[in-house]
């Protein structure tokens, strides 16, 4: 975190490694699909943290119950809806030892609805299809069409790997790699 300042940061990462699941409870096909290793990375920025602190310490009473007057928190929560944040996610990484895929973009908010724009590049996908491919479990049978579905809409990439480009828009429409998922919500009627 950059400091309680009109347009703060806070950023937040963690890494996983090396994580096994007992093969038990684990159809041998899963193995494809259990990351080993996780890299996230996201941050809020345009945070505002410096008008709600100030308006907290003016405001706070111990002796009162609540200490920070309802119209207060109130207040603050309005502002933030007014100006919220950008959700940014720089590079992040879930890999085993067949796969990887990154993920990195953005979430807005346009009068309160998301505005998402996220890129995913996954190297190995094709391990993933024939590990669904080569078992007759029914579990697997479920995935595959979907697995199947999600490569047919990725672009190949030099080298071979899959990219995928999917934004959500304020208006509702969807979209991956430029092809429209899901149109636009129909206008509110006038009232």
């Known amino acids: ?11 937040y990462g963690f890494q996983l490694s090396k994580m096994e699941v007992a093969s038990l409870f684990l159809p041998a096909w899963a193995s494809v699909l259990i ?25 706070l009473d111990l002796n009162r119950d609540p200490p920070i007057p309802a119209a207060v928190t109130e207040e603050i929560a309005a502002e933030f809806k007014a100006n919220p944040p950008k959700i940014v996610f720089a ?21 309160g609805k998301p505005v998402i724009n996220m890129t995913f590049d996954a190297t190995g996908y094709d391990r993933v299809l024939d590990a669904l491919q080569a078992t007759s479990d029914p579990h697997s049978a479920e995935i595959l069409p979907i697995a199947r579905l999600l490569k047919g809409y990725a ?37």
């Open 91 to 111: 590079k992040s990484t879930i890999r085993n030892a067949d796969t990887e895929i990154v993920a990195e973009g953005e979430m807005t908010f346009a009068e």
């Open 155 to 191: 672009n190949t990439m030099p080298g071979g790997h899959l990219l995928w480009k999917v934004s959500l828009n304020a208006e509702g429409s969807v979209s991956l790699n430029n092809v429209m998922l899901k149109k636009a919500d129909p206008a509110p009627a006038p009232q």
């Open 1 to 11: 975190m950059d400091g309680i300042r009109q347009k703060a940061k806070l950023s």
């Open 35 to 59: 990351p080993t290793d996780v890299d996230v990375n996201f941050s809020g920025t345009n945070l505002n943290l410096d008008a709600p602190a100030r308006k907290v310490i003016d405001t």
